[in-house]
């Protein structure tokens, strides 16, 4: 008995709660690409796209009680960008979920502009919907390929700031947004000392072909590893000097209380470890092996 408790906890740290609950269903509309459903659960909205292994995966979720707080702790990582660059005049993200990323960016800087890219209009419809997406004169959003989006981009000569990855397809990350030649065009895309900020998973058996593609292409990284879930949140900067991941300020302490996010924890997570295999493959066009785009089961 002992023992099968023992295997459950551990499951539960690893995939979450919300894996072995079967939340309420509100809404389910099928797009192009998949189902998108949206759930609740414990006043916990989520935003779950079904896949052919029939996974139970949250792409975005919000507390109803408290629509300020971050419920995913891999948006805790992102957020310390800050400390890298924290008045980015031009931000994009790949990938919008629930538009939460995007909501709280335009709350912290108000002054920037605001790029999310989306290939699914069923996917922005609901953020729209249900997760209070906002958009104005700052915030707009693409409904377009990721990689379409940027190398329009790049014949446009657009530079952007900060640059977030995080685009899912309910199994893993699109796999020709994950090669060197993809990182390389968004490379392209920042501005002198911009900052990327790509969402993963530590649990991922692309572990090391990632890694090693990222370091490729940036050199030295930093990386956030989500103190309970299988994420972690890759850190890169186009920028000759990235010696150091700075401390948050006291400012932007100040500022992540609103969305709950502890920065003494945050950065306890951050490290410039090299803890994958160096002399893997790197994932190319040419090279980018289907067999490995999912999460080890």
């Not at 108000?110 to 997406?133: C, G, M, T």
């Not at 707009?140 to 990721?146: A, C, L, M, Q, S």
């Not at 932007?252 to 493959?281: F, G, M």
Request: aromatic share 10%; glycine share 4%; with cysteine.
């Amino acid at each position: 008995m002992k023992r099968y408790l023992s295997v459950v906890i551990s499951l539960i740290s690893l995939y979450g709660l919300s894996n072995f609950v079967e939340a309420r269903q509100i809404h389910k509309e099928r797009s192009i690409y998949r189902n998108v459903v949206i759930t609740e659960e414990n006043n916990i909205r989520c935003m779950r796209f079904e896949t052919r292994r029939r996974n139970i995966t949250n792409q975005a979720c919000i507390d109803l009680k408290d629509k300020d707080r971050l419920v995913f702790e891999y948006a805790h990582g992102v957020l310390a960008g800050y400390a890298i660059n924290p008045n980015p005049h031009r931000i994009l993200i790949l990938g919008l979920g629930g538009g939460v990323l995007s909501n709280v960016m335009h709350q912290l800087s108000p002054q920037a502009e605001i790029v999310s890219v989306d290939i699914d209009p069923v996917v922005v419809k609901l953020a729209r919907k249900y997760f209070d997406y906002q958009e104005n004169e700052k915030v707009r959003t693409e409904i377009k390929d990721g990689r379409v989006y940027v190398k329009r981009a790049l014949l446009k000569n657009e530079k952007f700031d900060w640059i977030i990855l995080d685009a899912f397809n309910g199994d893993y990350i699109p796999e020709h947004l994950m090669t060197k030649e993809f990182l390389l065009e968004v490379k392209g895309l920042l501005s002198p000392n911009g900052i990327l900020s790509a969402n993963t998973f530590s649990n991922s058996k692309l572990y090391d072909y990632e890694s090693v593609t990222y370091q490729q292409v940036f050199g030295k990284l930093y990386t956030f590893q989500a103190p309970t879930k299988g994420n972690r949140v890759i850190f890169g900067c186009n920028c000759e000097d990235f010696k150091k991941f700075p401390n948050a300020s006291e400012s932007l302490v100040s500022q992540l209380e609103r969305y709950k996010v502890d920065p003494t924890e945050v950065w306890r997570a951050i490290s410039d470890k090299v803890d994958w295999n160096t002399s893997s493959d790197v994932l190319t066009d040419q090279y980018s092996p289907a067999n490995l785009l999912k999460r080890v089961d």
